[in-house]
Structure formats: structure tokens, C-alpha cells
């Protein structure tokens, strides 16, 4: 029996103890979101080459996916409305659930799969050929030159691609709907004006800074815990990942919680 609570008491605490890590971690960094000296300008350098990996090159994929998805929910939920006779609440549906929540999950996914890997994997390479303490050696803090402009770029390109989703899926929506229903554009956006809950956007604008800051901070905790072998990349990159898919899926379910309470 003492061997069962022992064993059960070493894996609580090899679950907790990098969870604990991971949240200061995280505390250290979002302090550094406010401390003047993080904002020079290698900094706003490093910010402007992730920007461009993160929400400019991702562009011709994204429109894509969005314009895709526009399509497919737009004309599954109105034929769906039409049947069922609610057009009137079709506003509310898009207000609702596309813009709300549909957007940021898509948008997130996109991004963690495609610049959190790479993050991963770069800190973890960083780490393997020493490069970071080198870094450290010159007196370069990593968490102003390397971990806040990385961080920032992910809460903004959250923001701003869960925005561009939006706009693709309410304008691919209005055209679904002059076809369906035969609205005009006036009606249109008065219905969509008429459904917006300010509550739902203010909600919508933390869940994204939310998820852009923690799909970024996992990935560079993790590539720093890898260790001198080259074989530990792929696994620091990952264990990143599923850390991150963990964090998509609380931030959601949290989200969730706090908006239908």
C-alpha cells in the first residue's frame, strides 16, 4: 500500500513540478511584456522577421482555408436555418459561433502548426550548438532579444489573422445569404450590427491574445529543456507540441466557460 502512494505521489509531482516551471516561466515573461528596456531596437528587428514568417507568408494558405470554410459553414448553417424556418436568428449565428469561436480555433491551429514547431525547434537548435550561451556571454537577455518579440508577434498575428478570418467568413456570408434568403447588403450588416454582443468581441480579443501568447511561450520553455544531444530536438519539439494543443484546448474550454456563465 505505502509503495502504491509513493508511486503515485512520484508521478503527481513529475506532472507538477514542469507545470510549475512552465508557469513561472511564463510570470518572468509577461512582467517583461512591461519593462520599457525590452523594446529597442534589436528587438523591434527580431518582431519585424517574425511578423513576416508568422502573418505575412502565411497569407495565400490562410485566405485559403478561410475562404474554404467560409463557403462550407456558411452554406451548411443557412440551408440549415432556411429548413428549419430561423432566419432571423441567422445573424446571431454568425456573430455567435463563426466570429467567436469558430475564427480563433481555425486561426490558432494554423499558426500552432506552423510557427510554434518552428520556434520549438529553433530554441531547441539554439540550445544544442550552444548558441544561447553565447548570447547570455555578451550580456544579450534572451527574454528581451529572443522570447518577448516572438511572444508579441504570436498575441498580435492571433488578433489580427483571427480578424481577417472574420471578415473572409462574414463577407463569403453575405453572399450566401443574398442568395439563400435574397438579403441585401444594408440588412445585411444592420443584422450583423444588431447581433454583436460587446461582451462576445471583448472575450473574442483576450482569447486570441491569449492563445498567440501561449503558443509561442510553450514552444521556447520546451526548446530550452532540451539538452546537448542533437536527438533531444525532436523531442523537445514534440513534447512542445502536444504541451500547446493541451493549452489550445484549456484556453477554449475556460473561454467557453466564462462566456455562456
Excluded: W
Excluded at 4 to 12: A, Q, R, T
Excluded at 80 to 97: A, I, Q, T
Excluded at 164 to 180: D, E, H, P, R
Aim: aromatic share 12%.
Amino acid at each position: 500500500m505505502i509503495t502504491i502512494i509513493e508511486n503515485i505521489g512520484k508521478v503527481s509531482l513529475s506532472k507538477i513540478l514542469p507545470l510549475r516551471g512552465t508557469l513561472q516561466f511564463a510570470t518572468r515573461v509577461f512582467l517583461n511584456l512591461f519593462d520599457r528596456r525590452t523594446y529597442n531596437s534589436a528587438s523591434r528587428m527580431v518582431f519585424i522577421h517574425q511578423f513576416y514568417f508568422t502573418s505575412v507568408q502565411i497569407l495565400p494558405l490562410f485566405l485559403f482555408v478561410a475562404v474554404i470554410f467560409g463557403f462550407l459553414i456558411n452554406g451548411m448553417a443557412f440551408q440549415v436555418v432556411k429548413n428549419l424556418g430561423l432566419s432571423e436568428y441567422f445573424g446571431r449565428l454568425l456573430m455567435g459561433f463563426v466570429v467567436t469561436e469558430l475564427s480563433p480555433f481555425v486561426t490558432v491551429l494554423l499558426i500552432a502548426l506552423r510557427s510554434s514547431s518552428a520556434i520549438n525547434a529553433e530554441i531547441a537548435v539554439m540550445k544544442v550548438n550552444r548558441e544561447l550561451n553565447t548570447l547570455e556571454s555578451f550580456r544579450i537577455d534572451l527574454i528581451h532579444y529572443l522570447f518577448i518579440p516572438r511572444i508579441l508577434n504570436g498575441m498580435l498575428s492571433m488578433v489580427l489573422l483571427t480578424s481577417l478570418f472574420a471578415l473572409v467568413v462574414l463577407f463569403i456570408g453575405l453572399l450566401v445569404s443574398s442568395l439563400v434568403f435574397g438579403t441585401s447588403v444594408d440588412a445585411y450588416i444592420d443584422t450583423l450590427l444588431h447581433s454583436a454582443d460587446l461582451l462576445d468581441i471583448v472575450i473574442l480579443l483576450i482569447k486570441c491574445a491569449t492563445f498567440g501568447f501561449f503558443i509561442t511561450m510553450i514552444p521556447i520553455r520546451l526548446g530550452l529543456n532540451a539538452s546537448q544531444d542533437l536527438t533531444s530536438i525532436p523531442v523537445a519539439v514534440l513534447n512542445g507540441m502536444v504541451k500547446v494543443f493541451l493549452a489550445i484546448v484549456t484556453i477554449e474550454v475556460l473561454s467557453s466557460i466564462v462566456r455562456f456563465i
